[in-house]
């Protein structure tokens, strides 16, 4: 597969196959991994407002929290490497602390990127929404925009406008669209500005998920019913995976030469296949994937 090229605004690529025929579907990928050459998809839509807050504040450092594999974490440190900026990464696992060896490269690339690392355990990781925490922290380091797991905040919601209008301007009667879901800040921000026949289907990339409906409604902030969490297609939990998902993503690749990442996107692919299979979209149905990226993490951890 040829390295992907940055550009903007990024494709919608239809893509053939005799399978959509037979169920008279039209299949689009929105190839949102192409749109920016450091932070790719769904990270960047939701980090540049939060970029634009930050400089208004006159901040000239981003803190963020994540585990080893967060592709927000190395995203993050790219958006402060990019603008002259130093980052402070606060990561779940205190035995990384001085073991380099078992680092992940994902964490390298954002120690290239100028982030500094404090490793904190488990139990520490868990106040990452305590206010008093986020205070005290606020305090160590003054100059910081603090930026919560995930990048999810209201401002990252607001980031997938420019997405809807986008794919509104390239195919105006587009009836689904398909999306990862971590946090479910990519799914609030894109349901919130999709017109209210345009179904968004997050696939949840983690087990029990049925949380975050709450948390999505809230960032969506009003009850919208264009959307749903599916949440049967995890694999076995987050970065694990399954015989079904690795098949529907090694079919998916061969076919259409597009790379997918095995912990996000591939699980919407694999599920797009089974419910297509289960002729779960109408005849006459456009449906949208949505490729958020996430091969920053492929790539750094083979
Ligand atoms: C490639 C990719 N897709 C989707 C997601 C899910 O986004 P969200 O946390 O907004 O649900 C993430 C990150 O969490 C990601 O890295």
Redesign the pocket.
């Known amino acids: 597969m040829t390295p992907p090229h940055h550009q903007n605004p990024t494709p919608l690529t239809i893509l053939n196959d005799p399978l959509f025929e037979h169920h008279k579907i039209e299949v689009f990928i929105k190839r949102d991994d192409l749109n920016h050459p450091l932070i790719q998809?769904?990270?960047w839509h939701?980090l540049k407002l939060n970029l634009i807050d930050a400089e208004t504040q006159q901040k000239t450092q981003l803190l963020t929290f994540g585990g080893a594999y967060s592709?927000?974490i190395a995203a993050t440190a790219a958006a402060a490497f990019e603008r002259g900026w130093s980052s402070i990464g606060i990561i779940r696992g205190d035995e990384l602390a001085h073991n380099h060896q078992a680092w992940s490269a994902t964490l390298k690339q954002a120690q290239q990127h100028g982030m500094t690392f404090e490793f904190v355990d488990r139990q520490t990781y868990r106040l990452r929404h305590n206010q008093a925490w986020l205070s005290a922290l606020q305090q160590r380091y003054p100059q910081a925009y603090m930026l919560p797991e995930?990048g999810?905040n209201e401002l990252a919601v607001a980031g997938f406008e420019s997405v809807i209008n986008e794919l509104n301007d390239q195919c105006a009667d587009w009836t689904h669209l398909l999306?990862?879901?971590?946090?479910?800040?990519?799914?609030a921000g894109l349901a919130k500005f999709a017109q209210p026949q345009q179904q968004i289907w997050?696939i949840a990339?983690l087990k029990n998920a049925q949380y975050l409906r709450e948390q999505i409604q809230d960032w969506m902030g009003s009850a919208t019913t264009n959307w749903q969490l599916l949440t049967e297609y995890h694999g076995g939990g987050y970065a694990k995976t399954n015989a079904d998902i690795n098949a529907n993503m090694a079919r998916f690749e061969q076919r259409f030469a597009i790379a997918l990442?095995p912990?996000?996107?591939a699980k919407i692919v694999s599920a797009f296949y089974q419910l297509t299979e289960q002729q779960t979209f109408a005849p006459g149905s456009k449906i949208i994937l949505y490729h958020?990226?996430?091969l920053q993490?492929r790539q750094a951890n083979p």
């Open positions: 998809g769904n990270k939701k592709n927000h995930g999810s999306c990862a879901v971590g946090t479910g800040g990519t799914l997050g990339s990442d912990i996000y996107t958020s990226g996430g993490g």
